[in-house]
Every structure is written in structure tokens, then in C-alpha cells.
């Protein structure tokens, strides 16, 4: 099977990603937000907190998950496609909290490719929000585990550098071109 013509910008949080993918949403670029972002909106849109949805981390990391995948049923395959993080984040995400990867999302990694993975260098200056409370700490611990759960399942992983938004959206472009 083809590999479909989408690709991944990742990294730990504090690494400019929405960012990123919002800019290159303005270019005309077709893009997907991140999974557990959506999940979080809608659990506060019903007046649950993010704590409160992620008090269950497992559980939380399960339907972010299975949110992906139902998003990846629906996305063309021939659309060139930014996805703000990818299936295998998940896998990450899990070896971070030292849960077991489960049969079905180690076969739902096997069944997800993407041409390229830009794994995001953190950024300087980052805010906290509503539903990202991680801290430098935290990024710095999961980095690894990222380009980890990418190469694994054969992607090229392509490390961005802090070089400012601009700069990034420019190498990323240059790069799939």
C-alpha cells in the first residue's frame, strides 16, 4: 500500500506545535489538530475539566487513540495533509506513564504511515493553557520517546530546530517538496 501524502508535526508540549500547524493552516495547507486537544474542548464545552478527563490518563490516551483513527478513516490519502501529532504518539505517550501498549494501537501504529515526521525542538517561550499543564521536564522526557515510537514503525523522523516560525514553516515546506 501507498504511503498517503501526510505528514506529522510533533514534539513534546512547549514546542510550538499548534503553532505551527495553524501557519501553515493560513498558507492553505490542508491540516488535522491534535487529537487530545479536540477531546479536552469537548469535555470542557460539557463542563468537565481537563484534570477531570484526564484523571484516567489510560483511558485518556485510549480515546485519543481511537479519536485518531477515525480521523485518519476520513482524511483523503492523496490530499497533502499536517497532522498536529500522529497515531504513534500514543505509543509514546504510553511508555512515558509506563503503560503497556496494547495489541490493537500497536496494530493501529502498523496500519498508520506518513511520508514525514517533524519532531519539534522546544521553543524558548511557552504558555501553559487549559489543556497543556506538562513543564519543560516533561518535554524533555517524552522527545526521545517520540522519535522512538516514529523510527520504530519505519518513518523518517526529521528533527526542526528552534529557528523561529517562519524559518520552520520554510524548512518543513522545503523539506516535502
Known sequence: MTTPNWYVITGGPM?????????????????????????????????????????DEKRFQDDVAKLKKDIEKNIDRNTLTFFDRGVHDTIAYLKYYDYVVEDWIATLAKQSSYRKVFLLDP?????????????????KRIQPLLNEAYSRYGMDVITVLNIGLENRVEFIIDAIR
Not at 501553515?24 to 489538530?33: D, E, K
Not at 487529537?35 to 477531570?52: F, V
Request: proline share 2%.
Open 15 to 55: 514546542t510550538g506545535k499548534t503553532k505551527l500547524v495553524n501557519e501553515l493552516a493560513n498558507l492553505g495547507y490542508s491540516t488535522v489538530p491534535e487529537a487530545a486537544r479536540t477531546l479536552i474542548d469537548d469535555a470542557i464545552s460539557q463542563g468537565i475539566s481537563a484534570g477531570k478527563l484526564r484523571a
Open 123 to 139: 521553543v524558548k517561550e511557552y504558555n501553559q493553557d487549559y489543556a497543556r499543564t506538562e513543564d519543560i521536564d516533561f518535554t
